[in-house]
């Protein structure tokens, strides 16, 4: 493909509450063997792009434990290559990334030093599949500067958090919000654009020189009528997790066998980091109905439409039920979960409760089995 990718996995949000104090938006697990990043990822590789760069910042040890080899998502080659990018001193600037702008700004060398014609920049904190070749061809055919992928979302969708588009008859954008306070239409940007490289390379300047950082507002916004700025709607299934309701009704998704069907067995596939784990283990007296279970785990209880994470442990008589235990979680005997979300390398102590009434409820507990 003539385009290189930048993934922005730098960000935080308060509305994941206690769930982004371990990890980046990015590293969080989904559907019990990937993590957010791994969709971004594995588009790119499925479209044949080559060179990618992941911008990160907030937390990111976990995210570059993750991405530490590019094997996984066959990057790994002569030509091209997977970066990881974190803010760095140099004798010009000693900031962290203060916006998205900001973060390909500073970063800017590597847009210089790449031959490729286009660049697909894209958020790494969004679920779904998609060949980012359409949207190329569909740029080239409009003649566009800016490409912006977007979605009409389902009536009762809180849509004000998102940036809001609305488009004429040839797709071309004619308004442009970010997180308006009521929205005019139901149409957002999936975060997701195709832009040509050397006009990035001039507006990421021209916003340095002025002092202005983020992506949307000081390039999307600020330039819509002047760049021909175009719309490219999706129908396919598009999550994003950036709140803990929506990261628990993403995972919730995968519950669903059509999700399932879509994101495992239709082509093309999603690809992740490996873990040499044995696979789940369900002794006797066990009872698992419409779960996910993944490898590692060792299930004593009874599990419900939950999602189990890698190398768990719920013990004798537990009962979890509408929930996601996340990694390295161990649950004592005798222990009830319900509509919660119980963060990773856990110790649940024996006898315990634990239901969320009316939102989802984090359990944060001490993990007893790694105090020194």
Known sequence: MRAI?????????????????KRAICAMPIAGSYRSIDFTLSNMTNSHIQKVAVFTQYNARSL???????KWWDFG???????????AVTAENSNWYRGTADAIYQNLSFLKNSHEPYVVIASGDCVYKLDYNKVLEYHIEKKADITVVCRDMEAGTNVERFGTIRMNEESRIEEFEEKPLQAKTNTISCGIYVVRRRLLIEMIEKCAEEDRYDFVRDILIRYKDLKRIYGYKI???????????????TNMDF????VRN?????YPDVYSKVDDLPPAKYNPGSQVRNSLVSSGCIVNGVVENSVIF????????CVIKNSIILNDVYIGDNTH?????VESRDTIRANSYFVGEGEVKIVVERNERYVI
């Open 77 to 87: 080659r002569k030509q091209g290559g997977l970066y990881v990018f974190t803010p």
């Open 5 to 21: 990718g930048i993934i922005l996995a730098g960000g935080n949000n308060h509305r994941m509450r206690e769930l982004s104090q």
């Open 310 to 317: 890698k190398k768990s442990y719920i013990g004798n008589n």
């Open 255 to 258: 519950l669903k066998a059509d």
């Open 235 to 249: 129908k396919d299934y598009w999550r994003n997790i950036a709140s803990v309701d929506d990261y628990y009704s």
């Open 64 to 70: 570059n434990e993750h991405l530490n080899s590019s």
């Open 262 to 266: 879509y994101f495992f067995k239709q």
């Open 337 to 341: 979960i319900e509509n919660c979300i």
